[in-house]
């Protein structure tokens, strides 16, 4: 098969990229992730759409490698609420009512919600299970299928109750995303820009002048070109689609490589989340993630400008380019302000969300600084003071 990209992750070249993987995925997990039964975990969204070829081609490579594995699925309700306690213990009583052993491996095709919640129930089912991550969206395949944080939410908050617990192969089968309604792309790019920002100007630049042949590609450029897509035949639009999700994978596995439990260097991923985070608390579910993300980025470079670190022509291209794509720079965005209609951000309240994230040590807040586009202040997030941060909420 030339057609696929590997990238190493802890010593392994497990993520494997490719633009028509399924009949690949099949094979591979048939041959070297041997299983005495395969449990494919998906949302009804992406049921309908991608469930059956992947069976199918299961049951294919079975037949054809001699297998006598046995093939399972199981379509769970799609969205957030999914990834609860609730959802966990009926899937694992479903697991347990069919017999599975722990020789089952877990295939979560779909989002984050998916895979985080089917890592988790891989890795306290039977004290753990293999499972391999099969991302359908963008912020899938670039950020939560990567570094085996695996979690589900609790009224108390998101991500409360979880483990590391790492998948044996991570597929990306980019024309799985040519279904992506526009938002959730728009919502991905959003980390894709944030991995660029904090490790390489080049890559910057690559999404800089490439808005329209990266959005074409993924919005139609793959469907149209269903045969299309072998490495003789790609379209401009699709290398470099393929390039772009390939440097923000390499980053992320790289950084989890270093840092698997998130001591220093992979809180870097967090640019843009400290305040990201803040006022996603308070406009979720109708505001997106990497719509609240893209935000944060801005105000987390105004914060690095205001220390000193940070040339304000760095804040005007990251908005820009945010801006290209469809993302939100401010919390007065007419169409931020129309999908939370209206809610307001009280910068006290946003100070107080702060306060609970897990990157901070004790009272001082942690927050990722840029000194330059692709680059970091530090090796980590810096301790900055309160007085800077509501400084740069307030303005
Ligand atoms: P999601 O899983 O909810 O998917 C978004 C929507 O797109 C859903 O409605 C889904 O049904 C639909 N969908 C998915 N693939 C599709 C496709 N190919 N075609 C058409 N529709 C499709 O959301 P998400 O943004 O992928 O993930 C968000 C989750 O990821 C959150 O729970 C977040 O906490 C988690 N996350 C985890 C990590 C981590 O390190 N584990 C990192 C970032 C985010
Ligand atoms: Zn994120």
Redesign the pocket.
Known sequence: HGDIVKVPILGNESIILGFHLISFIAADLVQNVKASTYVVIT?S??AS??LSPVVSAMKAAMETQGSTSRIMSRVIK???LS?SRVTKAALEDWLLSEVCTRDTCLIAL???????LVGFVAATFMRGIPFVQVP??L??MV??SI?G???IDTPHG??LIGAFWQPKRIYMNLS??S???KR?FV??MAEVIKTACIWSLNDFIKLEEGVEKIQDAVLKGVEDNVTGSTVETRTEGQCLLLDVIVSSARVKAHVVTVDERETGLRGLLNYGHSIGHAIEAILAPEVL?GECVAIGMIQEAELSYSLGHLGSASIERISRCLSSYGLPISLEDERLLCRSNGKPCPVNNLMDNMRIDKKNSGSTKKIVLLSAIGKTLEQKASAVNDEAIEAVLKA
């Open positions: 949302d969204n992406i759409l991608h799609p969205g957030e990834k779909g989002g984050g919600v998916i895979g985080d359908t969206t912020l899938a950020d939560s570094g944080k695996t979690a998101k991500n799985f995303l279904s992506l309604p959730e919502n991905g993630h």
